[in-house]
């Protein structure tokens, strides 16, 4: 499929962005760790990768 408007790509891309990054800040205030309790922000025994992620 041909791209026919390639101005609306960075808008794309500026949407996509602005929902990850909504969902990664729910995922760190909503979410609370199963072994503290706490929520992600605060978690100091999440593991390695979920640190680098988030
Ligand atoms: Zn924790």
Do not use: N, S
């Amino acid at each position: 499929m041909p791209v026919r408007h390639p101005e609306l790509l960075p808008a794309i891309a500026a949407g996509f962005a602005v929902a990850l990054a909504h969902l990664r800040w729910i995922m760190l205030t909503q979410w609370t760790c199963k072994t503290c309790g706490t929520t992600h922000l605060h978690c100091e025994c999440k593991p390695a990768w979920v640190r680098k992620l988030l």
